[in-house]
């Protein structure tokens, strides 16, 4: 019962982890994201497929991952493990499109369902009969009606290539020469042209107990499939190696640089299974090995299902190993979201201040009378005689929403020179749209402007005296007032003969109340208008937070 208890509360903590892995974003294009992006994805099919399914059932078969380069003999070498073609194998690459998993018919019940890679919709196709059905929902094709195995494939891979919307087939068998307790899967190549192959391998990878890494006499030293050997390193997975395809002349020679290689990556204990250059390898004739070709490594993976204990050490190892890799990589998750929030402030803060820096000018230029200037400072002088109260105020309009385009653009401006050189400027900030801004600037200007006016004639209105003044020069006299500066004095003064001293300060102070709530407006508006994409991503400090804590959970209850 301890121990249960124990298991149910490292499960609580993984799927705590896994939620917080899974919240995490990396959107801006900041050095470093792209590969936390995909050591996110990673982590995430390891948590999902590998780690929590292995740790709920602990007794489940072991699910051997056969995977490698292009053209490496991967589906030649299944066939051959099992005795019979159950997958694809030509000199037509990338071949393997829909992976292939094979099970004992007793351990089906262990892979048709959502076990293992949920993501991956199934595909059963038994080995005597050959009907294929899909316990999942997607509509599998039925081949009772005597429809051939490659077809359906075929038509599999077709829906992988062309609906992404659709999940990717995983097509099951089962076959009785492989011993309960041990599955086989063929993975796609690793280095496929295609890149949703190439993610798919990684992701079946991820679920396995045991990584059978296929490499040929001439490729054994490439990059991808080293790179698959560090990482099986550095998480301390169940790794077996196949060096195919190796020419008899040269094998004594090869298999010895191959083996130093591995000891000098650290890599020497790993086992080694050499498998000669035969004319099936090509994938002619039936495409299956010779069984004496095959047969170290069929008692190798069948030992590891059938005797206890080794079977409890390769679940046990790669369990540890992918658990304790979490020390060093959730940090960087976590460092990486730090890096996002950071870049975000700082692009928030750097529209921000150029928009109040904006604001001040605008306020400065208002207090300057700088806004009672051109055909609005004509029409004050030559009012009421030569220019009437609605001239006066469509002048000061005009005015004020060009003083504001201005800053507008100015603030515009600012944040691309000092984004020059970031792309995620680029990338979250909206275009500038000195257009846009205009009839924005102009909607908002003649709106403060009816208000103006309501008010203005409110005024009047409450005003026994106002019966000397018309509510629209009291308003283009109150506009005057509220832009003029210096020369608004004698507004003042005029209203202030038909409304009062007390009238026109009421009249002032909700006037100027109206007028700094446009300002902002305009203002805050063109600055949420420029930021609106970065703050739709929702980057807070919170990730980098959540991520360790969720480590220093996992790692008290480990």
């Keep these: 019962m301890a121990t249960l208890d124990v298991r149910t509360r490292l499960l609580d903590a993984l799927s705590a982890l896994r939620n917080r892995v899974d919240a995490a974003r990396f959107p801006l294009p900041l050095p470093g994201a792209a590969r936390a992006?995909?050591?996110?994805?990673?982590?995430?099919?390891?948590?999902?497929d590998y780690l929590v399914p292995r740790l709920c059932a602990p007794e489940a078969p072991l699910l051997a991952v056969v995977g490698g380069?292009?053209?490496?003999?991967?589906?030649?070498l299944v066939n051959s493990l099992v005795g019979r073609r159950v997958t694809e194998a030509g000199v037509l690459r990338p071949t393997t499109r829909t992976p292939v998993l094979v099970c004992h018919p007793d351990d089906h019940h262990w892979f048709a369902g959502q076990r293992v890679l949920p993501e991956l919709r199934r595909v059963w196709v038994p080995a005597q009969d050959i009907t294929a059905y899909e316990p999942n929902t997607g509509g599998g094709r039925d081949l009772s009606d005597g429809g051939d195995l490659a077809e359906a494939a075929d038509e599999a891979e077709e829906t992988d290539d062309t609906d992404s919307g659709e999940l990717a087939a995983l097509?099951?068998?089962t076959d009785t020469s492989l011993p309960c307790g041990l599955a086989l899967l063929d993975a796609p190549d690793i280095d496929s042209l295609v890149a949703r192959n190439r993610e798919l391998a990684a992701e079946l990878i991820c679920a396995a107990d045991i990584w059978v890494l296929v490499t040929t006499a001439t490729r054994y030293a490439d990059a991808v499939p080293w790179h698959l050997l560090r990482t099986a390193k550095e998480y301390d997975v169940t790794l077996v190696t196949v060096l195919d395809r190796v020419p008899h002349q040269v094998a004594a020679e090869v298999s010895r640089h191959y083996a130093a290689l591995l000891a000098a990556a650290g890599l020497g204990d790993v086992p080694r299974f050499t498998i000669p250059e035969l004319p099936e390898s090509a994938g002619g004739g039936s495409g299956l090995l010779p069984a004496t070709a095959v047969d170290g490594l069929r008692a190798w993976l069948h030992q590891r299902a059938q005797d206890p204990a080794a079977r409890a050490v390769a679940t046990a190892r790669t369990v540890t190993g992918l658990l304790a890799s979490l020390r060093s990589r959730l940090p960087g998750l976590a460092g990486a979201a730090a890096l996002q929030h950071a870049a975000a402030v700082r692009l928030l803060q750097r529209v921000e201040d150029a928009y109040g820096r904006a604001a001040d000018r605008v306020r400065s230029q208002i207090a300057g009378g700088e806004v009672l200037a051109g055909d609005a400072l004509t029409h004050w002088r030559g009012h009421p005689q030569d220019a009437t109260s609605d001239e006066l105020l469509t002048a000061l309009t005009s005015s004020l929403a060009a003083v504001l385009s201005c800053a507008v653009a100015a603030a515009d401006e600012e944040i691309t020179t000092e984004s020059a050189g970031d792309p995620a400027a680029d990338a979250v900030l909206a275009p500038s749209d000195p257009d846009g801004a205009v009839g924005r600037v102009g909607v908002a200007v003649r709106r403060w402007?009816?208000?103006?006016?309501?008010?203005?004639?409110?005024?009047?209105?409450?005003?026994?005296r106002g019966a000397g003044l018309d509510a629209d020069r009291a308003a283009a006299l109150l506009a005057v007032l509220l832009l003029g500066g210096r020369r608004s004095r004698t507004?003042?003064?005029k209203l202030a003969e038909t409304l009062g001293a007390q009238g026109v300060l009421r009249l002032r102070d909700r006037g100027g109340a109206l007028l700094t709530d446009c300002l902002e407006r305009?203002?805050?508006?063109?600055?949420d208008r420029r930021t609106a994409p970065l703050e739709a991503l929702d980057i807070t400090p919170d990730h980098q937070v959540e991520l360790?804590?969720?480590?220093?959970?996992l790692q008290r209850e480990r």
Excluded: P
Aim: net charge negative; aromatic share 0%.
């Design 37 to 48: 992006r995909r050591n996110r994805a990673e982590l995430l099919a390891q948590l999902d």
């Design 69 to 76: 380069s292009t053209g490496a003999g991967k589906s030649t």
């Design 171 to 173: 097509r099951i068998e």
């Design 449 to 464: 402007r009816r208000c103006l006016e309501e008010l203005a004639e409110e005024e009047v209105r409450a005003v026994e």
């Design 491 to 493: 507004a003042g003064e």
């Design 522 to 527: 305009v203002l805050d508006a063109e600055r």
């Design 548 to 553: 360790i804590a969720a480590l220093s959970v």
